[in-house]
T-cell receptor
Framework: GAGVSQTPSNKVTEKGKYVELRCDPI?????LYWYRQSLGQGPEFLIY????????DSGLPNDRFFAVRPEGSVSTLKIQRTERGDSAVYLC?????????????FGPGTRLLVL | DQQVKQNSPSLSVQEGRISILNCDYT??????FLWYKKYPAEGPTFLIS?????DKNEDGRFTVFLNKSAKHLSLHIVPSQPGDSAVYFC???????????FGKGTRLSVIA
């Protein structure tokens, strides 16, 4: 079966612009996670959804970042007024259900470069 | 404050020998640990995990050891193969919750 997919694979934008990053989780997975990986760092948690609702958004760095999952499947991470420091790889993962014992399956990521 | 630490950014090992990757953690509430492997331009893939009720878990060439008193775990790969060359991340669910806390990773190079 298909794994987690993310689009676009690369995104170059200018400082101040708005971007949307999309994640398609594995079919049937109810939990969906967004992480951000900066150069030389491990992935850092941003937000996760259980179904349609954001169960934990404590990792979002500020109010320029927002994510939605309106139908409990596809999710979109939205970044307003992008800054150069937002440049990173944005990783999406999904798991069958939420829970610390559930394996999270990652997509290939979206590489965001803010000029 | 990094709760999961991988202090070796890189490791180079001869093919056929053992690779040992180390990870330390500071949060004594962590009770489950995972190792992920990442190739360039791909997302991390789950490799092996261990619960805090065990001190060892083995899966083929991969074994993870947990020393709770030292807050230390290690991943052993034996024998190492060139295809094992990747970045390895140690991770733990944060405070029993679902999101993972990752270390910075160790880049393993297996030389033929």
């Amino acid at each position: 079966g298909a794994g987690v997919s993310q689009t676009p694979s690369n995104k170059v934008t200018e400082k101040g612009k708005y971007v949307e990053l999309r994640c398609d989780p594995i079919s049937g997975h109810t939990a969906l996670y967004w992480y951000r990986q900066s150069l030389g760092q491990g992935p850092e948690f941003l937000i996760y959804f259980q179904g349609t609702g954001a169960a934990d958004d404590s990792g979002l760095p500020n109010d320029r970042f927002f994510a939605v999952r309106p139908e409990g499947s596809v999710s979109t991470l939205k970044i307003q007024r992008t800054e150069r420091g937002d440049s990173a790889v944005y990783l999406c993962a999904s798991s069958l259900t939420a829970g610390p014992w559930e394996t999270q399956y990652f997509g290939p990521g979206t590489r965001l470069l803010v000029l | 404050d990094q709760q999961v630490k991988q202090n070796s950014p890189s490791l180079s090992v001869q093919e056929g020998r053992i690779s040992i990757l180390n990870c330390d953690y500071t949060n004594s509430m962590f009770d489950y640990f995972l190792w992920y492997k990442k190739y360039p331009a791909e997302g991390p893939t789950f490799l092996i995990s261990i619960s805090s009720i065990k001190d060892k878990n083995e899966d083929g060439r991969f074994t993870v050891f947990l020393n709770k008193s030292a807050k230390h775990l290690s991943l052993h790969i034996v024998p190492s193969q060139p295809g094992d060359s990747a970045v390895y991340f140690c991770a733990a669910p944060y405070s029993g919750n679902t999101p993972l806390v990752f270390g910075k990773g160790t880049r393993l190079s297996v030389i033929a």
